[in-house]
C-alpha cells in the first residue's frame, strides 16, 4: 500500500488526535509527567514539533536538510535531538503549541507536494515520501500515546494505523540493529486485526515465523508503548518470539520501554 495521498490524509487526521489532546490544556497539564521518564507533556509536543520540521525541510529543502545532518558531525542523534528539545520545552504553552502546529502543517504541505516516486533525504537513506508520512505516524502514535497515558486518556484507534502497521514490517529489523545483532534472514508472516475487524497479512504465507494478534496492539508493541506480555500479539516460532521482545519501528537506542503490567488492560 504505497498511496501517498491517502497516507497525508490519515497523518494529517492523526496529528489532529495529538493535537487534541493539548489544545485545551491548561497550563499546568503540560507539565504533567509522562511514562518516558523525565519527560513531560511539553516534551513530547516539542519533540513532535522537531521531528516534523525537520521532515518538512527534507521534503522542502533537501539540500538544507543535507547541509544540517552534516553539520551534526559526529553528534549521535539522539543527542542532536535532545539538544533540539531545549529550543522548545521552555515556551509558553499557547507558544509552544503554535510552534507545534506550524511545524506540523509545513511538514505535511511539504511531504504531500513531493511526487511520489521521488525520493527525499532522510537521516539513513533516503526514502519516498510515503514512506517518510508512514515515519510521521509512527511518531504521532508513540507521542500521542504517551501524552494519553499522562491525561488517563485512551486513544481511539481506526484502520488509519495500517500505515504504521506496514510500516513497523518494513523496517522489522531496527530492532536487531539497534542491539547489534545480526537479524535472521528468514521472512516473517505478520496476519493482523484491524481496528474495524479486518484482517491485514504481510509477507510469506508459509513462512514458519508468524506474529499475529490486534493491530493496534501490534502498534503499541513495535513504538514500544506497551510491554509484550500485556498485549493481544502473539508469536509462532522461536524467531518470531524473539523479535517480539525487541521489536521496534524507529532507528536507534531502544529506550527503556514499558514494565509488565505497567498499564492495565
Avoid at 38 to 67: D, K, Y
Avoid at 81 to 91: K, S
Avoid at 195 to 201: C, I, R
Wanted: aromatic share 8%.
Amino acid at each position: 500500500m504505497t498511496d501517498t495521498r491517502g497516507v497525508i490524509a490519515d497523518l494529517t487526521a492523526e496529528a489532529e488526535e495529538v493535537d487534541a489532546l493539548v489544545a485545551g490544556l491548561a497550563d499546568h497539564g503540560w507539565d504533567m509527567p509522562t511514562p518516558a521518564p523525565g519527560w513531560h507533556v511539553r516534551h513530547q509536543i516539542g519533540h513532535l514539533a522537531f521531528i516534523f520540521r525537520i521532515a518538512g525541510l527534507s521534503a522542502a529543502q533537501p539540500e538544507a536538510f543535507v547541509a544540517m545532518t552534516k553539520s551534526l558531525g559526529s553528534i549521535p542523534f539522539e543527542q542532536a535531538v535532545e539538544g533540539a528539545l531545549q529550543e522548545y520545552i521552555h515556551d509558553p504553552a499557547e507558544v509552544l503549541l503554535t510552534r507545534w502546529r506550524a511545524e506540523r502543517d509545513a511538514a505535511i504541505k511539504a511531504i504531500a507536494a513531493v511526487p511520489g516516486d521521488q525520493l527525499v533525504p532522510w537521516l539513513v537513506n533516503p526514502l519516498p515520501p510515503y514512506v517518510l508520512a508512514c515515519a510521521g505516524m509512527m511518531e504521532l502514535f508513540g507521542h500521542g500515546q504517551d501524552i494519553a497515558d499522562a491525561l488517563g486518556v485512551r486513544p481511539e484507534r481506526t484502520d488509519r494505523i495500517r500505515h504504521l502497521v506496514g510500516f513497523a514490517v518494513r523496517v522489522r529489523d531496527f530492532g536487531y540493529e539497534a542491539r547489534n545483532l545480526t537479524p535472521p534472514s528468514e521472512e516473517f508472516r505478520f496476519e493482523l486485526t484491524a481496528p474495524s475487524g479486518a484482517l491485514w497479512t504481510f509477507g510469506p504465507a508459509d513462512a514458519e515465523q508468524r506474529i499475529s494478534g490486534s493491530a493496534a496492539d501490534f502498534c503499541l508493541l513495535v513504538t514500544r508503548r506497551r510491554h509484550r506480555y500485556d498485549l493481544d500479539v502473539r508469536a509462532k516460532g522461536t524467531l518470531a518470539d524473539q523479535w517480539l521482545d525487541i521489536a521496534q519501528a524507529y532507528r536507534g537506542p531502544a529506550g527503556e520501554g514499558r514494565r509488565p503490567g505497567q498499564f492495565r488492560a
